[in-house]
């Protein structure tokens, strides 16, 4: 009976600690959360109360004007727009199939071992690497100058690692009976692959999409080297121009321009805008992700 106690009671405290360390573990991570929201909630709302001044038609819909301390910036929206599509069709097709081919048809060993670390080095790697490398690259050995195009390119290839990497967790968390069921049923592996497994996939795939064009969009480093220039009044008119964009432009009109203090405003505005417009293009994705995820529940 004695001996029974001591257990109990010893049972009695392992569960106590195990809870205790539960307990701090959550309060943690909640902390960390919390800490994380209001840092954006605070950066949020500085820009927004330094910015909201300079949002009107004018400054949404014409180009810039006396060294760019009047006028608007919509060369600069449509120019950020148009590198923004053009990476993401680049990227999410080789970025999908790379992880499909990756989780689905390589096998494991040395070869993909390599492969998965060149992926996650690259995720690391600064993009100002990946702007000199579209300089070198695109622009002076393919003889693509500054343009659309080749800041299209390297953001495409600079977005690559994080579509790679969500495709290739998204088919992981597939259930293997899926693929067992239409194997099961005369399917070949390529119909399982593009008719179950990616469809109930998209939504984790989608994610890496949305992870891309949200760092494609705020990028500077990368299109000064290969896409953006100082000033460009007229509209782009084929993938071989090139274009004024809104993270370049903030950094022109901050540390560049002639007049610092006097386009303060246009600066805070021009960074609203910008976050709006990733905003814009992150909820567009998350409500296709949403329906896609209904969609998968009723089926």
Not at 37 to 45: D, E, K, N, P, R
Not at 116 to 144: H, T
Request: glycine share 10%; net charge positive.
């Amino acid at each position: 009976m004695k001996s029974f106690t001591v257990e109990s009671t010893g049972n009695n405290y392992i569960r106590l600690r195990k809870k205790i360390t539960q307990s701090f573990c959550f309060m943690l991570f909640r902390s960390a959360a919390a800490i994380n929201g209001l840092a954006l909630v605070i950066i949020v709302y500085f820009i927004l109360a330094n910015g909201w001044k300079a949002i009107n038609w004018t400054f949404l819909t014409q180009p810039p004007m006396d060294s760019m301390t009047k006028g608007g910036i919509l060369p600069c929206i449509i120019g950020t727009v148009c590198l923004c599509i053009g990476a993401m069709a680049v990227a999410f097709p080789i970025g999908v199939f790379s992880g499909i081919y990756i989780n689905e048809y390589a096998k494991p060993g040395r070869t993909l071992r390599i492969i998965r670390l060149g992926i996650s080095n690259l995720a690391g790697v600064p993009s100002v690497v990946f702007g000199l490398f579209g300089l070198a690259f695109f622009v002076i050995y393919l003889k693509m100058g500054v343009s659309i195009l080749a800041g299209a390119l390297t953001l495409g290839a600079m977005s690559l690692p994080v579509i790679i990497g969500s495709t290739e967790e998204a088919l992981k968390s597939v259930p293997d009976t899926y693929r067992e069921a239409s194997l099961a049923l005369g399917a070949t592996k390529l119909q399982t692959i593009f008719r179950v497994v990616v469809p109930a996939a998209m939504p984790g795939i989608l994610t890496g999409g949305i992870l891309g064009i949200s760092r494609a969009a705020g990028e500077t480093a990368p299109i000064m080297f290969t896409a953006a220039v100082f000033f460009s009044p007229n509209l782009p008119e084929s993938i071989f121009d090139e274009v004024m964009a809104l993270p370049y432009h903030i950094y022109v009109l901050a540390t560049a321009g002639t007049e610092i203090e006097t386009t303060r405003p246009l600066q805070y505005g021009t960074a609203l805008v910008l976050i709006a417009l990733v905003l814009g293009m992150n909820l567009t994705a998350i409500i296709l992700r949403s329906r896609l995820r209904k969609k998968m529940r009723q089926i």
